[in-house]
């Protein structure tokens, strides 16, 4: 496993006691002691200057990529504010593309986009509950098998809520549709 910290995620990794494999970013969030301290604890660190064409994150992602990675856990990605939030999720889109699975993991949720075909999901208590949100304008002939709410074949326009809040009654669900993608959310209410 490489751990790559992305600006102050590279802070928060050391402040952890952590592995710091490599720090990538414009450093603007992080003091100049921290940055420092950055240096000295990643085995290779690369400075962006802040008027650039991608976020840190995403340059951190370039740099995963490099490394041929079959899933890349993202954290630290979300709350605060909003664009980046939004946009952080969406960067799961070219991970996807390349058959690299994301997975976006916070103090509530866990997020995932997923593609067509038959997919198992198995219940972790800490995540009570699934939602499964459109994120093209159509998924269809969504079928959920082992969750409180099954469904067979059904359609879900872009904007839909009818797939929010279902919770697995299974040690392990299936979920499988024929076109389109999905984001999973998996969450809890407990912070």
């Not at 490099?66 to 889109?93: A, C, K, W």
């Amino acid at each position: 496993m490489i751990w790559i910290g992305a600006d102050q995620g590279a802070e928060v990794i050391i402040e952890q006691g952590g592995r710091l494999d490599i720090a990538v970013g414009d450093f603007d969030s992080v003091s100049v002691s921290s940055l420092a301290a950055i240096k000295e604890a990643a085995a290779r660190t690369d400075t962006y200057p802040n008027e650039k064409n991608e976020t840190d994150l995403e340059i951190a992602i370039q740099e995963a990529i490099m490394h041929e990675p079959e899933q890349i856990l993202l954290f630290g990605v979300t709350g605060g504010r909003l664009d980046h939030s939004l946009i952080n999720i969406q960067v799961l889109y070219p991970l996807l593309n390349k058959g690299i699975k994301g997975t976006i993991i916070d103090r509530q949720n866990q997020l995932e986009l997923v593609g067509e075909g038959m997919h198992k999901l198995k219940k972790i208590d800490k995540y009570l509950y699934v939602s499964f949100l459109p994120i093209t304008l159509e998924v269809k002939e969504l079928c959920l098998t082992g969750f409180y709410y099954p469904l067979q074949g059904a359609q879900l326009s872009y904007g839909s809520t009818r797939c929010i809040s279902n919770q697995l009654i299974e040690e392990q669900g299936t979920f499988s549709f024929t076109e389109g993608i999905l984001l999973v959310v998996r969450s809890n209410d407990v912070i």
